[in-house]
């Protein structure tokens, strides 16, 4: 079993930063994507940027040259950096560590709430 576990979030006033990380209980490096998503209150869960195992990297256009995710295999962690914050980017944050086609972990996930 695999576990997920993200830190990071908080209450920032808009304009601000944070970063998330998201650290992993079993080796990255054999992972297909590791991936960032969030949740708003009464929203879908949506995806906000993915990092494959060859370093490239996609994001949601919502969070295109604000957010950047990053990767360290070596401490099985992958990170959220995220820039001038918008109200529109509270909710909750999730990490998804994909291993297979047919399996991936997910953690608890943590609260970003950025105010105006």
């Known amino acids: 079993q695999v576990q997920v576990v993200e830190s990071g979030g908080g209450l920032v006033q808009a304009g601000g930063s944070l970063r998330l990380s998201c650290a992993a209980s079993?080796?990255?490096?054999?992972?297909?994507?590791m991936n960032w998503y969030r949740q708003a209150p009464g929203k879908q869960r949506e995806l906000v940027a993915t990092?494959?195992?060859?370093?490239?990297?996609n994001y949601a256009d919502s969070v295109k040259g604000r957010f950047t995710i990053s990767r360290d295999n070596a401490k099985n962690t992958v990170y959220l950096q995220m820039n001038s914050l918008k109200p529109d980017d509270t909710a909750v944050y999730y990490c998804?560590?994909?291993?297979?086609?047919?399996?991936?972990?997910w953690g608890q996930g943590t609260q970003v709430t950025v105010s105006s």
């Open positions: 998804n560590a994909r291993y297979s086609y047919s399996f991936s972990a």
């Open positions: 079993r080796s990255i490096s054999s992972t297909i994507d």
């Open positions: 990092i494959t195992s060859g370093g490239s990297t």
